[in-house]
């Protein structure tokens, strides 16, 4: 098939040339390629909009053979989310989402859920308040990890198996993926002691609908549900710190 129309979601471009880019996209039917954008530099070019991240669009791409990389035919705009664009924190998150999505992906591996997964996130960046911002990056991760095949274990000890209603103590260990009960938790050596409500709230995001994420609550615990999911992240899909998540403190300290 010399022809690709798809919908895509902008991640990342390189100056190619003078006015030429090679970006990025995660798209619906192709999973994750780059694209030769002709023109792109140029500011009234018609792809210099969607070549910028993040944009969401539909495109159609020529590639004269797998092996080759894609030329930018044609486009039309659907969403270049203006308020990520202009806010820092709002952009910070959003590159966040990004680096993660382009750290684990494959490239040309469709995942529909994921394409998805993050669409709908990036639209809840756009316009949700800035105190909702870190649950709602949390919950997002969370049904990453839980597409990927990398479900944290929530409900149970992942060594001896007691449920949490159980507990009287509450670990989370990284390099096992989940929850160790107070007698298990001696024999591994990196634990992180947490409060009930943490696990409790991590569960809620991991099954619960994007748009029904927030409860007052969570504030409670959502720097620690944010430290938990970066290590365990860092340890099963990342090999390297985020860059943006440096950047978001730096904002949120200020």
Do not use: W
């Amino acid at each position: 098939m010399n022809f690709i129309k798809t919908k895509a979601i902008a991640l990342r471009d390189y100056k190619l040339s003078d006015q030429d880019k090679i970006v990025t996209f995660y798209t619906f039917s192709a999973g994750l390629i780059k694209v030769v954008a002709k023109g792109a530099r140029r500011i009234k070019s018609q792809f210099a909009p969607i070549a910028q991240f993040p944009s969401y669009s539909d495109i159609l791409i020529y590639r004269k053979n797998p092996t080759k990389m894609g030329i930018l035919t044609e486009c039309r705009i659907k969403s270049l989310f203006p308020r990520i664009r202009e806010d820092i924190l709002r952009f910070a998150y959003a590159s966040h989402l990004a680096e993660i999505y382009l750290s684990a992906i494959k490239e040309e591996q469709i995942n529909k859920e994921l394409f998805y997964l993050m669409l709908n996130t990036l639209f809840f960046l756009e316009k949700e308040k800035y105190d909702n911002l870190k649950i709602l990056l949390s919950g997002s991760k969370l049904k990453f990890l839980r597409i990927l095949g990398y479900t944290p274990e929530l409900r149970r000890c992942v060594d001896c198996g007691k449920q949490r209603d159980l507990f009287q103590l509450f670990y989370f260990t990284p390099r096992k993926g989940g929850i160790l009960c107070q007698d298990c938790q001696i024999k591994e050596t990196q634990t992180i002691g947490v409060p009930k409500l943490t696990i409790l709230a991590m569960d809620y995001l991991l099954h619960a609908d994007l748009h029904n994420l927030i409860k007052p609550k969570f504030h409670l615990v959502e720097e620690q549900i944010s430290y938990i999911l970066d290590s365990y992240l860092l340890f099963h899909v990342n090999e390297r710190k985020n860059n943006s998540m440096e950047l978001i403190k730096k904002i949120e300290s200020q």
